[in-house]
């Protein structure tokens, strides 16, 4: 059970992300085997294109139900990132699970689909459904579909290694009772990134491998430009990942536009082909940095160098 301080560490995160605008879920209300949080999935599609269900409805008893299908099973075949981003299609409907800021307001329509984006944040989930007992500290989602996950430790300054543990021993993507991948750790087509958080550092890995784990910093650095994070007056030296990270109009351009899903192929000596896959989420100073430049070249206009 965790600590006094790690739930309280918990609950200022999660009343944090509310005040910004996040929802808060329950355990629950989540669907392990499909990865979704079916309530978001299924609202946001009702308000944003109700034709689409009306479609589905033609073919299916509930509607609802066959759009998480649908969802589900594109997810696992093309993975998170591409239906995000991408339609989903099934008998006729065509569905978009996400829409992501239009670059100009001219469009009501897009304006209204950005606006009714519902993010979630669910603490304690119980994510395997082969009946593993572990819970992880947070998941977030996006309009019902599941994005990154978080392990929090609060105790001690190496808490960060705690937390990276965690995900490398606690957390095997193979539950290792049936042998079956579990859905919300699988790379590429569960969560986009997992987050190990302490009161004083952020790290971040894309692919849970057990021991291979790697895990890279998510930190903001120092004002001396040493390595971590400086403490502020008040509150955590991490605070930053929900306050800004996390920000919904920057979480949602992060999964819009920063994340890439990079393919390459390579032969063996036999002239077998293989396909590898490797899933590119931004450092915070690269992040931080581009939208830097950007808003400076958006203020200054053309014509300077940078």
């Known amino acids: 059970m965790a600590d006094s301080k790690e739930i309280a560490f918990q609950n200022d995160i999660i009343a944090a992300l509310q005040a910004s605008g996040w929802l808060v879920g329950e355990s629950t209300h989540y669907d392990a ?19 689409a269900l009306d479609t589905l409805a033609k073919h299916y008893p509930d509607p609802g139900q066959a759009l998480v299908k649908a969802v589900a099973k594109a997810r696992d075949k093309r993975g998170t990132l591409s239906v995000l981003r991408h339609e989903v299609k099934d008998l006729g409907a065509r569905i978009r699970c996400c829409t992501f800021r239009p670059d100009h307001g001219l469009n009501p329509e897009l304006s209204a689909r950005y606006a009714a984006n519902r993010l979630r944040v669910v603490p304690e989930v119980t994510y395997s459904p082969h009946g593993a007992s572990g819970r992880l500290d947070l998941v977030l989602f996006v309009n019902g579909i599941a994005v990154a996950t978080l392990e929090l430790k609060s105790a001690f300054k190496q808490s960060l290694e705690q937390a990276k543990r965690q995900y490398m021993f606690d957390r095997p993507p193979v539950d290792p009772t049936t042998k079956k991948p579990e859905p919300l750790l699988a790379f590429n087509t569960g969560a986009l990134v997992h987050f190990a958080v302490s009161q004083y550092e952020v790290a971040m890995t894309t692919k849970l491998a057990g021991a291979d784990t790697f895990f890279l910093p998510f930190n903001r650095g120092t004002a001396d430009q040493g390595a971590g994070n400086d403490q ?56 931080d940095a581009v939208r830097r430049l950007i808003a400076t070249a958006g203020g200054e206009g053309p014509g300077h160098k940078y």
């Open 232 to 287: 502020p007056a008040a509150g955590y030296a991490t605070r930053y990942l929900w306050d800004e990270v996390f920000q919904p109009d920057n979480w949602l351009n992060i999964l819009g536009r920063y994340v890439h899903l990079e393919e390459s192929w390579s032969e063996d000596a036999r002239g077998r082909k293989r396909k590898k896959q490797t899933l590119i989420f931004p450092r915070y100073h690269q992040w």
């Open 33 to 51: 085997e499909r990865t979704l949080y079916p309530d978001d999935l299924i609202d946001y599609v009702r308000v944003t294109q109700p034709k």
